[in-house]
């Protein structure tokens, strides 16, 4: 970011007693009883945070959508769905996410910041109106790593898995979250340097024309199939950004969550720890989470600046691929890695090619590799998707979702 537009940070005070809602974030020690502490909870079942959407209907799928800027009518317009094979419209791949983000930072290490370093999704059945999502959480694995960002750090590991209200499985995702002492990452200061991005007018007007473009490149009812595909073939790029205020802002209205007043304060009295009273906001009670949202508090944790929602990020992945697969295409895996932040001002350049085809379970697969590039050229997103597409050999069965294809997966990967 320019010096000139950042704000002082907030003034160091005693950390609260126990209990009570301190004046700046908590400043966590990732000790070996503490990592200890954390492994003792594997296999626990969590409490869900949320849910927020519970309920999918032509408005909550449509709402995700513009939350994610997501154009595809089959994911948000129901005069277009209901001509479809589906007879509906269906939710977006990731509309499960609105949930309640599960896989996140919410058990163990008090007081050590989490960030969310990305998922793994395998995708079943489409969520239709009418359908209500319930979420089994349960934490599968901790491990402790090194890194040049803060030092030692701890890898969270938690399985998601989405049901509908016929208790049929939606959709099981492995999340992934690092958690950070704030004060290590400060003092490393390996992100200081990165400054707010300044564009061209003709880097303007390339970021444009890829957004505007984006609509032609949905491939929508005309059937790609998996004998058409070619190894090595590239997807058509979508772009996200530069990244505002607008865009975090409206993944939250998009996601359903919205916290205020007594309800932050109550659940700031219940969970101290993750909350603190603001200087800059008067003492008002702000959740540790909101440097996506004020500078000063990212800069606290070694973040150069706002920076956007992961699971924001990890959803543009897959608009990628959905744009390319069309409609009588199912996602069935999507896996994204944050290994960069996205701060405002970056834009992403969402890219992809085809990297295997084989048939599984009687389906055509194809492989995908994915990545998020910022407009430094530097991939702050690495990641796969596998994709069913129709195939014309008539001894392969015809399939509406991924229920029957089984990738094997591991619980952690």
């Known amino acids: 970011m320019s010096t000139a537009t950042l704000t002082e940070a907030p003034v160091k005070t005693p950390a609260a007693p126990q209990g009570e809602v301190g004046h700046a974030p908590a400043e966590g020690r990732i000790t070996d009883q503490a990592i ?36 595809n009518p089959l994911y948000r317009d129901v005069g277009y769905g209901a001509a479809t094979r589906y007879g509906s419209v269906v939710g977006h791949p990731m509309f499960p996410m609105a949930f309640g983000w599960l896989g996140r930072t919410r058990w163990g290490l008090p007081g050590v910041h989490g960030f969310y370093a990305g998922n793994d999704w395998e995708l079943f059945r489409h969520v239709r109106p009418g359908d209500r999502i319930t979420a089994i959480e349960r934490v599968v694995g901790v491990e402790e790593k090194e890194s040049k960002f803060s030092g030692r750090l701890v890898l969270q ?12 499985l939606v959709a099981r995702a492995l999340g992934t979250c690092t958690r950070h002492e704030r004060k290590a990452a400060r003092d490393t200061g390996k992100y200081k340097e ?14 444009d024309e890829i957004v505007l473009n984006e609509p032609k490149t949905i491939r929508g009812a005309n059937v790609r199939y998996w004998e058409d595909v070619q190894e090595g073939e590239p997807l058509p790029t979508i772009a996200r950004g530069p990244l505002s205020l607008m865009d975090t802002m409206g993944f939250l209205v998009g996601c359903g969550r919205g916290h205020t007043h007594g309800v932050v304060l109550q659940a700031a009295v219940k969970h ?11 003492g008002g009670v702000e959740y540790t989470g909101i440097g996506h949202h004020r500078e000063s508090v ?16 990890s959803s543009w992945m897959a608009t ?3 744009n390319w697969m069309g409609d009588a295409g199912v996602l069935k895996r999507v896996r994204t ?14 890219k992809a090619k085809v990297v295997r085809k084989y048939v599984k379970d009687q389906v055509g697969l194809v492989d995908i590799e994915i990545a998020a590039e910022n407009q430094r050229g530097e991939v702050t ?15 392969l069965p015809a399939f509406i979702d991924g229920a029957a294809i089984d990738l094997e997966l591991p619980v952690t990967r």
């Open 320 to 322: 990628l691929v959905t």
């Open 272 to 282: 101290p720890g993750h909350f603190f009273r603001n200087p800059e906001a008067g």
């Open 194 to 207: 990165i400054e707010q991005y300044q564009y061209s007018n003709e880097e303007h007007d390339r970021i």
């Open 381 to 395: 997103t690495p990641g796969l998707a596998t994709v069913a597409l129709p195939s014309r050999n008539v001894k």
């Open 36 to 71: 200890a502490d954390a492994r003792a909870m594997i296999g626990l079942h969590l409490r869900p945070e949320g849910p927020y959407l519970q309920d999918a209907t032509a408005d909550t799928l449509r709402n995700w959508c513009n939350g994610i800027g997501d154009l």
């Open 157 to 168: 590991y938690v399985e998601a898995c989405y049901y509908n209200q016929r208790s049929e």
């Open 337 to 350: 890695e944050m290994r960069r932040f996205n701060i405002v001002g970056d834009t992403t350049f969402c």
């Open 298 to 313: 990212a800069k606290e944790v070694g973040v150069p600046g706002t920076y956007d929602y992961g699971p924001q990020r």
